[in-house]
Every structure is written in C-alpha cells, then in structure tokens.
C-alpha cells in the first residue's frame, strides 16, 4: 500500500539556522498537511495546501515558516530561522477531499 | 474554536475485553471525525474515517460512533489483543476546515 515518506527522520539544527522538512505524498492525494507534536502535548495542524497554494494555515504557522511542493511529488516545509521552542515531531500527510488524511512517521526536529 | 477531549487519558486492560474510548468535541459543525492509531516514536495510522452525515463505521474489531448532536464519538474495540496497545488519537476537521483537531489521545495497554 503506497506510503507518506518523509526525510530526514531526525534533524538536529543549531538555533537560527533554516532547516527543510520534506516529504512525498501519495501520488493520488490532492490535498497536503503539515502537522506539529511538541514532545507529550497534542498533534497541531500548521498548514494545509491544495492546488499549489496555501488553503488554510493557523496562527502556529507564521512567517518564518513556509511550504511549497517545487516539483509536483515532493512537499516541503521550511523553518527560516529556527527556535528552541520549534523543536517537535512535525508530521505530513495527505488526503483527497472527504476521505481520510494519511501521515508519514514524521520528522524529529532537535533544535540545539 | 474547536476543542477536542479524550477519556480516558490512560486505560489498562486484560486481554480479550472489550473496550470504548471517548472522544468529545465543542462544536458539532465538523464535517468528519478521524481515529488514529500512534505507536511510540511513530506516525499516526488512520483506523476509521466517519463523515458527518454517518452514524458509524467499522473495520474488522474496531466500531466507531458519531453523535453529532451531543459533540461524541466512541471507538469500541472488541476482543482487544496484545498488539492493540497504543495511543489512540481522535481528531475533528470542521466545517469549511482543512485542518484537523486533534485531542491528546488515550493511551492503551492491553495486558497478555
């Protein structure tokens, strides 16, 4: 059954520094998400992103983070200039309007 | 603002009973409601998708209900198994919404 791959799984970034999240999605989803897990708290959507542009994002995702999906299969998630407080399991996933969202095993971020 | 809660928090039981974990929500305008598996250190596992014009869903020993009106949802796991163990994770995407709400999930032993 096709999956939600993300990469790296575990990113350790020095304060300040960009990091880029990525992700391949199913190839049959039209809709993709980032989603946030601050270690022992719930699972928070950032952001949703349908037919190339950004549909919904909330107030977590403000303007040091963006997404784009540069080449029609990857989706990627950038931090520009990372926090202590940034540092979390960020999860992508993806969907087709009504039916279900799939995520991937996510992304440890370490944030140094 | 949609808020999600899950009772219990924790649950440990004997294998072969079965079970129900809750799940509430504060506005009943969602247009699903999504149950997820998360095993430790792991992404999440879609298990029942229920839109809103349903009642309930089932797959295999997993029922989940939905009554809109009260803000509830329960997913019912029958003859519960070792390998059940997990967090168990509801989430609300609302009307008009992308993003799903996620509540903090019920962590679920199932003892041999």
């Known amino acids: 059954e096709p999956e939600v791959t993300q990469t790296p799984s575990h990113q350790v970034t020095q304060m300040g520094q960009e990091v880029i999240l990525r992700c391949v999605p199913i190839s049959n989803h039209l809709y993709f998400y980032w989603y946030r897990q601050i270690l022992g708290q719930k699972v928070e959507f950032l952001v949703s992103?349908?037919?190339?542009?950004?549909?919904?994002k909330s107030e977590i995702f403000d303007d040091q983070f963006s997404v784009e999906r540069p080449d029609g299969s990857n989706f990627t998630l950038k931090i520009r200039s990372t926090k202590l407080e940034d540092s979390a399991m960020y999860f992508c996933a993806g969907g087709a309007g009504g039916r279900p969202q799939h995520f991937g095993d996510g992304t440890r971020l370490s944030i140094l | 603002k949609q808020e999600v809660t899950q009772i219990p928090a924790a649950l440990s039981v004997p294998e072969g009973e079965n079970l129900v974990l809750n799940c509430s929500f504060t506005?009943?305008?969602?247009?699903?409601l999504q149950w997820f598996r998360q095993d430790p250190g792991k992404g999440l596992t879609s298990l029942l998708l229920?839109?809103?014009?349903?009642r309930e869903q089932t797959s295999g020993r997993l029922n989940a209900s939905l009554d809109k009106s009260s803000g509830r949802s329960t997913l019912y796991i029958a003859a519960s198994q070792p390998g059940d163990s997990a967090t168990y994770l509801c989430?609300?995407?609302?009307?008009?919404?992308?993003?799903?709400?996620f509540g903090k999930g019920t962590h679920l032993i199932i003892q041999p």
């Open positions: 229920i839109q809103s014009s349903q």
């Open positions: 992103f349908y037919n190339n542009e950004i549909s919904e």
């Open positions: 989430a609300a995407r609302g009307g008009g919404a992308d993003g799903l709400t």
């Open positions: 506005d009943s305008a969602i247009y699903n």
